[in-house]
């Protein structure tokens, strides 16, 4: 599975649920990656890890459960910088993850530690090890991925994505042979743009998609034409010039074989399949554990076809 953060998280989880999860390899963006207060945050990584694992805090939709912000408070005091919200518990995986990095171990080796450490039986791969950063050029000026997102709160409207690094960036190990040796590919419920995006933007990943022999289905994000959360909606507007199920598969052209999407939805069925791409409707809200279920069910059952 191709997947950002939360929202590709929460499918994720219900994947493992549904299947042998020693089966599942996640190829997860990095494009979102950052320094703060010299520890390496990769914050997609940590969302998958943290809800494969049960860790998630699942009322907030990010970080820790249980989680509190002593340290991020004293480096306040003391004039470090704290927009970006680091809890204690959370920052103990960025200092084991940063010393490990520093010490030259390349960013899917310690990624596939901190999984051991935690017993997880997935496979969990950044799409790279080398750089590759998300830049949003907008009207009111060029913003890294987490300035734009969490600094500005995604109010800029975007003009053009682009990754920088990513001409350069080769796959991790792993991520070619998951993606030739798989039975099938899945593209969570993700932001195409700043999720899937970077990921895509690693050309020999892109050029695997596009050479599969196996299905490949995409969960779109957005439900009755609205983000659940976050800007997908308002990007793919101004990027694609609307936000239906046809909006979501052109940004995946030649990459899937079907898309499935929410009921709400349902009148574009004939826009998607006129793509060549097969429509399947369901219930796409993620609400909890039983809807979740539902949705990876309908999904495999599209594999199945596909
Ligand atoms: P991020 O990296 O943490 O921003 O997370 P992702 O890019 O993986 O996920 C964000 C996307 O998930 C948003 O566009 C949401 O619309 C979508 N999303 C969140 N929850 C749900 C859900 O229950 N169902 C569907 N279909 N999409 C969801
Ligand atoms: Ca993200």
Known sequence: MLTGGVGGARFLRGVVEAVDPASVTAIVNVGDDLEVLGLYVSPDLDSVLYALAGLADEERGWGRAEESWNALAAAD??????????GDRDLGLHLVRTQRLRAGEPLSRVTARLTAAVGLESTILPASDEPLRTWLETPNGGYSFQQWFVARSHRDPVDRVRFEGAA?????????DALHEADAILIAPSNPYVSIGPILAVERIRRALERRRVPCVAVSPLIGGRAVKGPAADMLQRL?????????????????????FDEADAEH???????????VVT?????????????????LDAMAVA
Do not use: N
Not at 77 to 86: D, R, T, V
Not at 290 to 299: F, I, N, S
């Open 283 to 299: 219930r796409t809200l993620m609400s909890d554990a039983d809807a979740r279920r539902r949705l990876v069910e309908a999904v």
């Open 77 to 86: 005091e003391f004039g470090g910088e704290s927009w970006f919200k680091l």
């Open 240 to 260: 694609e010039g609307g936000t239906s199920p046809a909006h979501v598969t052109q940004c995946y052209a030649g990459l899937i074989d079907a898309l499935v």
């Open 269 to 279: 069925v004939e826009a998607v399949a006129g793509l060549g791409v097969r429509p």
């Open 168 to 176: 350069d960036a080769r796959p991790a190990p792993g991520v070619l």
